[in-house]
């Protein structure tokens, strides 16, 4: 039993069915910095990130500790 790709996508200018484009398309509208926040929080409690290296891996700015 083999595998078939997936045809679900935006048609490219090359002619391509595009899930990657597809996908661009919808998150451009959506805000997602609040998941992209936690998901910096996690790798540095654990992946052992600095705050630094998380706000930039993730492209956000972490809410300051109290």
Same mark, same amino acid.
């Given at each position: 039993?083999?595998?078939?790709? %997936?045809? &679900?996508? #935006?048609?490219?200018?090359?002619?391509?069915?595009? $899930?990657?484009? =597809?996908?661009? !398309?919808?998150?451009?509208?959506?805000?997602? %910095?609040? &998941?992209? #926040?936690?998901?910096?929080?996690?790798?540095?409690? $654990?992946?052992? =990130?600095?705050? !630094?290296?998380?706000?930039?891996?993730?492209?956000?700015?972490?809410?300051?500790?109290?």
């Amino acid at each position: 039993m083999t595998q078939e790709h %997936s045809r &679900i996508g #935006i048609k490219t200018l090359d002619d391509v069915v595009s $899930d990657t484009a =597809l996908h661009r !398309e919808i998150m451009a509208g959506v805000d997602d %910095s609040e &998941i992209r #926040i936690w998901s910096a929080m996690k790798a540095i409690v $654990d992946l052992g =990130l600095t705050p !630094e290296q998380a706000e930039a891996a993730f492209n956000v700015k972490l809410p300051l500790a109290e």
